[in-house]
């Protein structure tokens, strides 16, 4: 018997030092874990956000392209208008010089013939009744108000054609900063794109990691389940049942020195 409770004892102190070590080790990979499933999901919260802030970026830029599509499109029309309005004017404004030109050349032949007539003619002078013809006085201003016109004409054309030129200028210039702000955008929708797709990844397999750190706390908790079934009883009275088997033990020395025949000094010496 003494055998028997010596050995339980040596078993139970077994048990004990296990129960110890294993509750101790659960705790710490517990914790371990603990720390990685909240990095984890830090991580994922990180990913996440970063994912729709790229979504918003990609879209904003999408809509930037297209409004300067849009622009870039009106100032074509804008632009086909007045070239074809300036078309109008220039050929409006040479109609009006050929046309007055020609009046000019109609005149200048008409006055031209009546200084001719003014001249004294020969021979006898001209019955009574009839005088000299003159040159009308008011047909030098009428002239000249017809080549001032043409001058006009001629201004507004020279106007109309730098205009033009400007106009053609600005829109060639605006179309390539803006063809050179959307080929920029679209690169940068490209990069975007795929940070935005490296982001996904991650975030998946950084889901997967999480679920795998989620699905080892659980075997945790279970294993530290059963180690409390296993374990609470010797723990909470390991010293009570060791003082009690000790006292067991010795009893039975006791009983068996008597039994024995032995001096009870001698045996409690012995013990």
């Given at each position: 018997?003494?055998?028997?409770?010596?050995?339980?004892?040596?078993?139970?102190?077994?048990?004990?030092?296990?129960?110890?070590?294993?509750?101790?080790?659960?705790?710490?990979?517990?914790?371990?874990?603990?720390?990685?499933?909240?990095?984890?999901?830090?991580k994922?919260?990180?990913?996440?956000?970063?994912?729709?802030?790229?979504?918003?970026?990609?879209?904003?830029?999408?809509?930037?392209?297209?409004?300067?599509?849009?622009?870039?499109?009106?100032?074509?029309?804008?632009?086909?208008?007045?070239?074809k309005?300036?078309?109008?004017?220039?050929?409006?404004?040479?109609?009006?010089?050929?046309?007055?030109?020609?009046a000019?050349?109609?005149?200048?032949?008409?006055?031209?013939?009546?200084?001719?007539?003014?001249?004294?003619p020969?021979?006898?002078?001209?019955?009574?009744?009839?005088?000299?013809y003159?040159?009308?006085?008011?047909?030098?201003?009428?002239?000249?108000?017809?080549?001032?016109?043409?001058?006009?004409?001629?201004?507004?054309?020279?106007?109309?054609?730098?205009d033009?030129?400007?106009?053609?200028?600005?829109?060639?210039?605006?179309?390539?900063?803006?063809?050179?702000?959307?080929?920029?955008k679209?690169r940068?929708?490209?990069?975007?794109?795929?940070?935005?797709?490296?982001?996904?990844?991650?975030?998946?397999?950084?889901?997967g990691?999480?679920?795998?750190?989620?699905?080892?706390?659980?075997?945790?908790?279970?294993?530290?389940?059963?180690?409390?079934?296993?374990?609470d009883f010797?723990?909470?009275?390991?010293?009570?049942?060791?003082?009690?088997?000790?006292?067991?033990?010795?009893?039975?020395?006791?009983?068996?020195?008597?039994?024995?025949?032995?001096?009870?000094?001698?045996?409690?010496?012995?013990?």
């Amino acid at each position: 018997m003494v055998a028997s409770l010596l050995q339980e004892k040596a078993d139970e102190i077994k048990h004990k030092d296990f129960c110890v070590s294993e509750l101790d080790a659960n705790q710490l990979q517990t914790e371990k874990k603990e720390r990685e499933k909240s990095d984890l999901t830090a991580k994922i919260e990180d990913l996440e956000m970063t994912i729709e802030s790229l979504a918003k970026a990609i879209a904003t830029l999408k809509s930037e392209i297209f409004d300067m599509q849009v622009q870039t499109k009106r100032a074509g029309e804008d632009r086909e208008k007045m070239n074809k309005e300036f078309q109008a004017t220039v050929s409006d404004q040479r109609a009006t010089q050929k046309l007055l030109q020609n009046a000019l050349s109609i005149l200048e032949g008409f006055y031209g013939k009546a200084a001719m007539i003014q001249q004294e003619p020969a021979g006898p002078p001209p019955p009574a009744g009839f005088e000299s013809y003159k040159k009308n006085a008011a047909s030098g201003g009428v002239m000249g108000m017809i080549q001032q016109i043409v001058q006009d004409a001629k201004a507004m054309e020279a106007e109309a054609i730098k205009d033009e030129g400007d106009s053609q200028v600005a829109y060639e210039s605006f179309v390539k900063e803006t063809n050179s702000a959307i080929e920029a955008k679209a690169r940068d929708i490209v990069n975007k794109s795929g940070d935005k797709s490296t982001a996904e990844a991650e975030l998946v397999e950084t889901k997967g990691g999480k679920d795998s750190v989620m699905l080892e706390l659980e075997e945790l908790s279970n294993s530290n389940a059963d180690l409390h079934k296993s374990c609470d009883f010797v723990l909470k009275n390991f010293d009570i049942r060791q003082e009690a088997r000790d006292e067991e033990v010795a009893a039975l020395k006791q009983a068996k020195a008597i039994l024995s025949g032995a001096k009870f000094e001698e045996f409690l010496q012995a013990a």
